[in-house]
Nanobody
Framework: QVQLVESGGGLVQAGGSLRLSCAAS????????MGWARQAPGNQREWVGR?????ATNYRDSVKDRFTISRDKNTVYLQMNSLKPEDTAVYYC?????????WGKGTLVTVSS
């Protein structure tokens, strides 16, 4: 089993920054990728971005140049800059281990205008 615990969410004004963290534990040998998704109220969960085991990153277009994903061992980070009210959502981290995807419970980010 794999456990993921997110932290770092909160309330921030538009234009501000937040850094989310997600620590993975358990049977995590062979992580293929780690990343983030989000779900705004009334919307479906959407993919935000990921970092592969080789360090390559990919992002959805709406967060490119504002969000940065990094990884240190079994912890993945999401640095969010120039936040907008439309970034308000519950942010979930995920990890892919040998084709299985595991999810954290989420952390709420609220961006006020």
């Amino acid at each position: 089993q794999v456990q993921l615990v997110e932290s770092g969410g909160g309330l921030v004004q538009a234009g501000g920054s937040l850094r989310l963290s997600c620590a993975a534990s358990g049977s995590i040998s062979g992580i293929d990728a780690m990343g983030w998704a989000r779900q705004a109220p009334g919307n479906q969960r959407e993919w935000v971005g990921r970092i592969t085991s080789g360090g390559a990153t990919n992002y959805r277009d709406s967060v490119k140049d504002r969000f940065t994903i990094s990884r240190d061992k079994n912890t993945v980070y999401l640095q969010m800059n120039s936040l907008k009210p439309e970034d308000t959502a519950v942010y979930y981290c995920f990890t892919v281990v040998r084709t299985n995807t595991y999810w954290g419970k989420g952390t709420l980010v609220t961006v006020s205008s």
